[in-house]
Nanobody
Framework: KVELVESGGGSVQAGGSLRLSCTMS?????????????MGWYRQAPGDECELVSS???????YYNDSVKGRFTISQDNAIKTLYLRMNNLKPEDTAVYYC?????????????????WGQGTQVTVSS
């Protein structure tokens, strides 16, 4: 079992910043590993499709959704198994529940709940 716990969401005004964190805990049977997974952040707003916001592949390749390029920065600290998403210049359209995902396969652009492991989500609300 792999557990992902997100934190850092909240309510901010447009132009504000937040940093999301996703900490991974491993509860694996002897002999099983979950090394260097592909990890990413997804978001879903009410009535909208779930979408990939940003990801880091197992070999360090980074992806950003066009809507967040130049404003969001993804990073990770492997020593403490934590993934971050720094969000600057937030806009009302960034309002959504943000989810962390980890998987051994490449992360798709849309949400696949059957793939890998997911956190419970953290709410980000940006007011105008």
């Amino acid at each position: 079992k792999v557990e992902l716990v997100e934190s850092g969401g909240g309510s901010v005004q447009a132009g504000g910043s937040l940093r999301l964190s996703c900490t991974m805990s491993l509860f694996l049977s002897e002999g099983l590993t979950f090394d260097s997974p592909n990890m990413g952040w997804y978001r879903q707003a009410p009535g909208d499709e779930c979408e990939l916001v940003s990801s880091i592949s197992s070999d360090g390749e980074i992806y950003y959704n066009d809507s967040v390029k130049g404003r969001f920065t993804i990073s990770q600290d492997n020593a403490i198994k934590t993934l971050y998403l720094r969000m600057n210049n937030l806009k009302p359209e960034d309002t959504a529940v943000y989810y962390c995902q980890a998987a051994t396969l490449p992360l798709p652009l849309d949400c696949n709940r059957d793939l890998g492991y997911w956190g419970q989500g953290t709410q980000v609300t940006v007011s105008s």
